[in-house]
């Protein structure tokens, strides 16, 4: 069995690293265009869920059969899910004010002040920097069997969905403190907990890594890839109201991620 593990870290920290690409966005861009955000966010997910049916479970169960695929599979989902629950979603509050995303509403009060904006990108950081863990393990996890199209797959998913993430970290530490070197700074750190949680996943699985093991890990992962894209992703696209759009996101990516694999296949 062909275990590529410098690939595999590579790739979890550019994937994890992408949020600092939605900095480098949020220089140039203090209002985030909704409607781009949305189809980015759909695509992510479309990508996400057609891979996690087709190629990951559907891999597990060629390789070990329906029942043990599909028990690992909802062991994944039931593994975030806690995960889930258990780490504080006030993240997601501040993220869901239109101030995260430096995008103004005139029939609001703009009074917010500078300290609560800085406070609130810190804390936008540090939700994001617990949910990516597990998905540095997710990307790792993939790109370790040796097949680089999966795992180049995934890392982009990944990636594409920390852009905007990046954006909502710096934004609001940007129009609090003016300074670009400290809003690149937290989405950076945030950015990180995926790498970690690839050497995390390194440490901890490759003892294990055996032909049948490796299958159910990939099912593991395929339920922790749609757990995120259902409750994570999907509802943060659909916040900025472009529904249509993100529903065509979604469709691209899984057309995309068809095409390819066809091509590829």
Do not use: Q, W
């Not at 590529?4 to 209002?31: C, D, E, Y």
């Not at 949305?38 to 329906?66: N, R, W």
């Not at 994001?128 to 680089?148: K, M």
């Amino acid at each position: 069995m062909d275990i590529n593990v410098g690939f595999a870290l590579l790739l979890t920290t550019l994937a994890g690293l992408s949020t600092g690409i939605g900095s480098l966005i949020a220089f140039f861009i203090r209002k985030p265009n909704p409607s781009t955000l949305a189809v980015l966010l759909g695509l992510s997910a479309g990508v996400m869920i057609y891979i996690s049916f087709t190629e990951l479970l559907g891999t597990a169960i060629a390789d070990i059969g329906f029942a043990k695929a599909n028990l690992a599979f909802f062991v994944g989902i039931i593994f975030f899910a806690l995960i889930d629950i258990l780490v504080p979603h006030s993240y997601k509050e501040e993220c869901a004010s239109d101030h995260c995303l430096g995008i103004e509403n005139s029939t609001k009060e703009k009074s917010n002040s500078m300290a609560a904006l800085k406070r609130s990108g810190i804390f936008i950081a540090a939700g994001i920097a617990i949910h990516n863990f597990p998905e540095g393990i997710v990307t790792f996890s993939a790109a370790a069997t040796g097949d680089v199209t999966l795992g180049v797959i995934i890392a982009a998913a990944v990636a594409l969905h920390n852009i905007p993430e990046g954006i909502a970290v710096s934004v609001p530490i940007l129009v609090a403190t003016g300074s670009r070197k400290k809003a690149f700074g937290y989405s950076f750190l945030s950015g990180l907990a995926e790498p970690v949680g690839a050497v995390i996943a390194f440490l901890v699985l490759m003892p294990f890594l055996t032909p049948e093991v490796l299958s159910m890990t990939l099912a593991f992962v395929a339920g922790i890839m749609i757990y995120i894209s259902l409750d994570e992703i999907l509802p943060m696209a659909h916040h900025y109201g472009r529904e249509h759009l993100v529903i065509i996101g979604v469709v691209a990516g899984m057309a995309v991620m068809a095409l390819s694999l066809f091509i590829l296949g």
